[in-house]
């Protein structure tokens, strides 16, 4: 059911790559609700993605970009000031890669060549957006910037190597940026930490499987699916959070809140020796 909560506005999403993608549930959920963009990836993406089809499925354009090239950046954002006839009224940062992950370099042997990257790809890349949209004068008057977050920027979470770092350091970026742009142009900057989430790359992270059920089990609500997160995500660019900003805002079903539940503690039990033998 639509509520037509963008109606009207004009936006950028950075990072669709297929059907599994949570860009791609935003980007059909803000057709839905009646907005207009542009879509951007890597020119690799887009050779071994879906987008194409999700821009015919919209009527969008993609613009080819590496979100790491501030020259990349500043065509995206042109471009799409052009297409959309002017500023625009949201932007989706949904983007993230850790080539120590890929490699399975573990955190206590990380190559900083690819750690690097990875900052620069997974959250570098979000203040080079910033800027280059700032100095362009590219986002309207009360618009919303979001970027893709998780726990393991506040909590250590097995497997997840560099990202976190990255996630750290992303949040960081929106909570700066997030000031000056309010500031300024009264433009709100902020995060979503979603549950993990079986998209393309999310895929990759070490104990993935294991890790979807103990927060399952963890989590009062459940997991929030990708299609959960991009209503969030419409919600974040709707005129109805106008004041909310410099925000991580927690979208995990409850399980960053969480200590211990019932469902969680019942299957760790399972695994213990009785109680006579527990010293």
């Not at 669709?16 to 980007?27: F, G, P, Q, R, T």
């Not at 909590?155 to 300024?184: P, V």
């Not at 929030?224 to 995990?252: G, P, R, W």
């Amino acid at each position: 059911m639509a509520y037509n909560l963008l109606k009207g506005k004009k936006g950028i999403i950075f990072g669709a790559l297929d059907n599994k993608s949570i860009a791609w549930k935003v980007a059909e959920k803000a057709q839905e609700e009646g907005a207009v963009f542009t879509l951007s990836n890597t020119p690799t993406a887009l050779r071994f993605g879906q987008i194409d089809e999700l821009a015919e499925k919209c009527n969008a354009e993609i613009i080819p970009a590496d979100a790491t090239n501030v020259a990349d950046l500043t065509n995206v954002f042109e471009r799409s000031m052009e297409v959309l006839s002017g500023q625009v009224d949201f932007v989706l940062h949904s983007i993230g890669m850790s080539l120590n992950v890929r490699k399975k370099r573990v955190y206590n042997d990380l190559d900083y060549n690819f750690l690097n990257k990875t900052l620069d790809i997974s959250s570098i890349s979000f203040h080079k957006m910033l800027q280059v949209a700032h100095k362009l004068n590219a986002i309207n008057e009360w618009g919303s910037v979001v970027a893709l977050s998780y726990i393991a920027a506040q909590r250590t979470l097995y497997g997840y190597n560099d990202m976190a770092d990255a996630k750290a350091l992303l949040e960081s970026i929106a909570r700066s940026f997030g000031y000056i742009y309010g500031r300024e142009h009264k433009i709100r900057v902020n995060t979503i930490s979603q549950s993990p989430t079986y998209t393309t790359a999310g895929s990759g992270v070490k104990g993935m499987n294991a890790l979807m059920d103990f927060t399952e089990r963890m989590s009062p609500l459940g997991n929030a699916d990708a299609d959960e997160c991009a209503n969030y995500c419409i919600v974040m660019f709707s005129d109805l959070t106008k004041k909310v900003t410099m925000q991580n805002l927690f979208h995990d079903g409850g399980f960053s809140n969480m200590g211990m539940s019932l469902r969680a503690m019942k299957m760790y039990n399972r695994g213990l020796p009785d109680s006579d033998e527990i010293e």
